[in-house]
């Protein structure tokens, strides 16, 4: 179920990453809240990711979804 939350928000994130050239995959979402994500395309290697990661993905997903308590990337 928190799964399922987490895909849907991070599918409206999306369209922004790929306008840059990027993405992002789903990984695993543990029971502690914690979604783990690798970061694809431009934004793998771009030195803005941790800012994207934390200010841009993080913070939309705990607004969507209280449940998440944090974003790790996984590389």
């Known amino acids: ?3 399922e939350k987490v895909e849907k928000t991070l599918e409206q ?5 790929k306008a840059e050239g990027g993405d992002v995959e ?3 979402v543990t029971d502690e809240g914690v979604v783990k994500v690798r970061l694809t395309g431009a934004c ?3 030195p803005m990711s941790t800012y994207t ?3 841009g993905i993080e913070q939309k997903l705990k607004e969507a ?3 998440v308590k944090e974003v790790e990337e996984v590389k």
């Open 13 to 17: 994130i999306r369209s922004y990453l």
């Open 26 to 28: 789903l990984v695993d």
């Open 53 to 55: 990661l934390k200010l």
């Open 1 to 3: 179920m928190l799964r």
């Open 65 to 67: 979804i209280p449940e």
């Open 44 to 46: 793998s290697h771009c």
